[in-house]
């Protein structure tokens, strides 16, 4: 029988948890209805499930079901977000504060909007791939008018301070705006207490449905102002038309339901699983952890291997577990990562990198052996350049003589 990698990806997408699965199932079939049809039944019964999925989702982030807006994803959300404030305020100010180390999802659209004439400040960041607070303080301007920060690091995992960020802007009257795709259900979110005016959301980091995502809008204290990118039907309060897909919200909704409830005991194992994987794998020589070390999603580990080729040590891993060297949206890219060079890794580090996600169902036995292969594959690599650079100072002094 062949036995297929164990899976330490989970930063790049989760696998549908059974529970969710089961929750989405009637809505494919028996309770298929548009929820935009309220002349009978089957939209009522459609409408209803949306209902009950926003009042879900609203609850986990401590906001209310009308600010919750339906999108494909956290990668529209992010769009809608960012371009959204530069057409609906760009008579107050052009100018948009982000980080470096943030999602392309965000980097893309600011700098979009950059290329129409918008200013926009991309801040560095700590060795530890946090924020300075004061430098973001610094940064903002009269014409400031969105900071947008991500809660979790989807590379790195790291965690900013996002309570802080959000007293900073609230005090220069600023929107604030945080990709928490990585976050969600699984680190306590307060819209309020955080005093983040806008929140990405998706269901596919959090075991639920690909293609399914929401955009929190504050209704109040701000009232926040946002132009569409998408028009046709005017569902969604107009922000994002569409026929909404009721299987997929259910699902959204039930993976929330699920990792809220499980969140204290899923990040205790999880934390234990990654502290085990680094224990192991940081007995060797030139293994760097890149991010800080506690202030980060509890299954995540990030480490840029010395004396390796990165493509050779993914290669020497494939069989073995499925991990990535940096963020699956730009896992195409012939680039080393833009987070870990924003950290202040060289090159050649960034290169040789391995992002592990440590999820929900994977065990200690797995976990040992994910070490096990990697210790070796890093051995045997070091060893073959080692012999081959031998070889090529021999073949060097012999043509010298």
Known sequence: MVHRPIYLDCHATTPVDERVVEAMLPYFTERFGNPSSINHAYGWEAEAAVKQAREAIANSIKGTPE????????????????????????????????????????????????????????????????????????????????????????EIGVLQPLAEIGQICRKHEVLFHSDAAQAIAKIPLDVNAMNIDLMSLTAHKVYGPKGIGALYVRRRDPRVKLASQIQGGGQEKGLRSGTLYPPQIVGFAKAVELGLAEMESEGQRTGKLRDRLWEKLSQLDGIHLNGHRDRRLFGNLNISVEGVDGSALLLGLQNVTAVSSGSACTSTKNAPSH???????????????????????????????????????????????????????????????
């Open 67 to 154: 600010e919750i807006i339906f999108t494909s994803g956290a990668t529209e959300a992010n769009n809608l977000a960012i371009k959204g404030v530069a057409e609906a305020y760009y008579t107050q100010g052009r100018h948009i504060i982000t980080l470096e180390s943030e999602h392309r999802a965000v980097l893309d659209p600011c700098l979009y909007l950059q290329s129409l004439g918008f200013e926009i400040t991309f801040l560095t960041v700590e060795k530890d791939g946090l924020l300075n607070l004061e430098t973001l303080e610094k940064a903002i301007r009269p014409d400031t008018i969105l900071v947008s920060v991500m809660a979790a690091n989807n």
């Open 339 to 401: 987070v870990l060079t924003a950290l202040g890794r060289s090159e050649t580090l960034a290169y040789a990198s391995l992002r592990f996600g440590i999820g929900r169902f994977n065990t200690e036995a797995e976990i040992d052996r994910v070490a096990e292969a990697t210790l070796t594959t890093i051995r045997a690599l070091r060893q073959a350049q080692s012999t081959a650079t031998t070889v090529s100072k021999k073949k060097s002094n012999r043509k010298q003589t």
